[in-house]
Nanobody, 127 residues
Framework: EVQLVESGGGFVQAGGSLRLSCAAS????????IAWFRQAPGKEREGVSC????????YYAESVKGRFTISSDGAKNTAYLQMNSLKPEDTAVYYC????????????????????WGQGTQVTVSS
Protein backbone atom coordinates (compact mmCIF):
# COMPACT_ATOMS: atom_id res chain seq x y z
CA GLU A 1 0.00 0.00 0.00
CA VAL A 2 1.17 3.50 -0.79
CA GLN A 3 2.30 5.50 2.19
CA LEU A 4 3.02 9.22 2.17
CA VAL A 5 4.90 11.08 4.88
CA GLU A 6 5.09 14.87 4.79
CA SER A 7 7.64 16.99 6.56
CA GLY A 8 8.99 20.51 6.50
CA GLY A 9 6.10 22.51 7.84
CA GLY A 10 6.57 25.14 10.50
CA PHE A 11 6.21 28.73 11.52
CA VAL A 12 7.58 31.52 9.35
CA GLN A 13 7.14 35.26 8.97
CA ALA A 14 5.50 36.75 5.92
CA GLY A 15 7.94 36.87 3.04
CA GLY A 16 9.81 33.83 4.27
CA SER A 17 10.26 30.40 2.72
CA LEU A 18 9.64 26.79 3.58
CA ARG A 19 10.19 23.54 1.71
CA LEU A 20 7.79 20.68 2.21
CA SER A 21 8.75 17.11 1.47
CA CYS A 22 6.56 14.12 0.71
CA ALA A 23 8.26 10.75 0.95
CA ALA A 24 6.32 8.03 -0.86
CA SER A 25 6.70 4.30 -0.44
CA UNK A 26 4.93 1.07 -1.26
CA UNK A 27 4.04 1.74 -4.88
CA UNK A 28 5.11 0.23 -8.18
CA UNK A 29 3.26 2.44 -10.61
CA UNK A 30 5.19 3.95 -13.47
CA UNK A 31 2.62 6.63 -14.13
CA UNK A 32 1.26 8.70 -11.30
CA UNK A 33 0.47 12.18 -10.12
CA ILE A 34 1.54 13.73 -6.85
CA ALA A 35 -0.19 16.83 -5.59
CA TRP A 36 -0.19 19.17 -2.67
CA PHE A 37 -3.46 20.30 -1.19
CA ARG A 38 -4.06 22.58 1.76
CA GLN A 39 -6.85 23.26 4.18
CA ALA A 40 -7.13 26.38 6.28
CA PRO A 41 -9.36 26.56 9.36
CA GLY A 42 -12.99 26.90 8.37
CA LYS A 43 -12.24 26.49 4.68
CA GLU A 44 -12.50 23.65 2.19
CA ARG A 45 -9.45 21.76 1.07
CA GLU A 46 -7.94 23.21 -2.09
CA GLY A 47 -5.39 22.05 -4.59
CA VAL A 48 -2.09 23.90 -4.59
CA SER A 49 0.21 22.15 -7.03
CA CYS A 50 0.61 18.88 -8.92
CA UNK A 51 3.36 17.09 -10.82
CA UNK A 52 2.97 14.22 -13.26
CA UNK A 53 5.48 11.40 -13.47
CA UNK A 54 5.17 10.87 -17.22
CA UNK A 55 6.64 14.14 -18.43
CA UNK A 56 7.12 16.20 -15.31
CA UNK A 57 4.23 18.50 -16.13
CA UNK A 58 3.45 20.85 -13.28
CA TYR A 59 0.30 22.67 -12.31
CA TYR A 60 -0.31 25.48 -9.85
CA ALA A 61 -3.25 27.21 -8.29
CA GLU A 62 -3.45 30.84 -9.33
CA SER A 63 -2.90 31.94 -5.74
CA VAL A 64 0.57 30.39 -5.59
CA LYS A 65 1.86 30.80 -9.14
CA GLY A 66 5.27 32.42 -9.20
CA ARG A 67 5.81 31.73 -5.50
CA PHE A 68 5.62 27.95 -5.12
CA THR A 69 7.56 25.32 -7.06
CA ILE A 70 6.79 21.61 -7.10
CA SER A 71 9.45 19.06 -7.96
CA SER A 72 10.19 15.39 -7.50
CA ASP A 73 13.17 13.13 -7.10
CA GLY A 74 12.37 9.74 -8.58
CA ALA A 75 15.40 8.08 -7.06
CA LYS A 76 14.22 9.07 -3.60
CA ASN A 77 10.49 8.72 -4.34
CA THR A 78 10.08 12.15 -2.83
CA ALA A 79 8.15 15.19 -3.95
CA TYR A 80 8.87 18.70 -2.78
CA LEU A 81 7.02 21.96 -2.54
CA GLN A 82 9.28 24.99 -2.33
CA MET A 83 7.25 27.88 -0.96
CA ASN A 84 8.68 31.38 -1.28
CA SER A 85 7.25 34.81 -0.50
CA LEU A 86 4.85 33.26 1.93
CA LYS A 87 1.76 35.19 2.96
CA PRO A 88 -0.47 34.87 6.02
CA GLU A 89 -3.20 33.49 3.74
CA ASP A 90 -0.93 30.52 2.98
CA THR A 91 -1.44 29.35 6.55
CA ALA A 92 -2.98 25.88 6.43
CA VAL A 93 -2.39 22.20 6.89
CA TYR A 94 -0.68 20.97 3.75
CA TYR A 95 -1.35 17.46 2.49
CA CYS A 96 0.49 15.36 -0.02
CA UNK A 97 -1.71 13.19 -2.24
CA UNK A 98 -0.97 10.36 -4.69
CA UNK A 99 -2.97 9.24 -7.70
CA UNK A 100 -1.86 6.00 -9.44
CA UNK A 101 -2.36 7.54 -12.88
CA UNK A 102 -1.43 10.63 -14.81
CA UNK A 103 -4.32 13.02 -14.47
CA UNK A 104 -5.59 15.36 -17.14
CA UNK A 105 -5.13 19.03 -16.35
CA UNK A 106 -8.78 19.54 -15.47
CA UNK A 107 -8.64 16.86 -12.78
CA UNK A 108 -5.38 17.61 -11.00
CA UNK A 109 -7.05 19.56 -8.20
CA UNK A 110 -10.05 17.25 -7.76
CA UNK A 111 -9.26 15.49 -4.51
CA UNK A 112 -11.46 12.48 -5.21
CA UNK A 113 -8.99 11.34 -7.87
CA UNK A 114 -6.29 10.83 -5.25
CA UNK A 115 -6.36 7.46 -3.53
CA UNK A 116 -3.64 8.06 -0.99
CA TRP A 117 -3.02 10.92 1.39
CA GLY A 118 -0.40 11.90 3.89
CA GLN A 119 -1.13 12.95 7.45
CA GLY A 120 -0.56 16.64 6.77
CA THR A 121 1.93 19.19 7.96
CA GLN A 122 1.08 22.58 9.48
CA VAL A 123 2.34 25.76 7.84
CA THR A 124 1.81 28.99 9.76
CA VAL A 125 2.74 32.37 8.30
CA SER A 126 2.67 35.36 10.59
CA SER A 127 2.10 38.90 9.40
Amino acid sequence: EVQLVESGGGFVQAGGSLRLSCAASGFTFDDYSIAWFRQAPGKEREGVSCISSSDGSTYYAESVKGRFTISSDGAKNTAYLQMNSLKPEDTAVYYCAFAPTVLFRQWVFVDSFYAYWGQGTQVTVSS
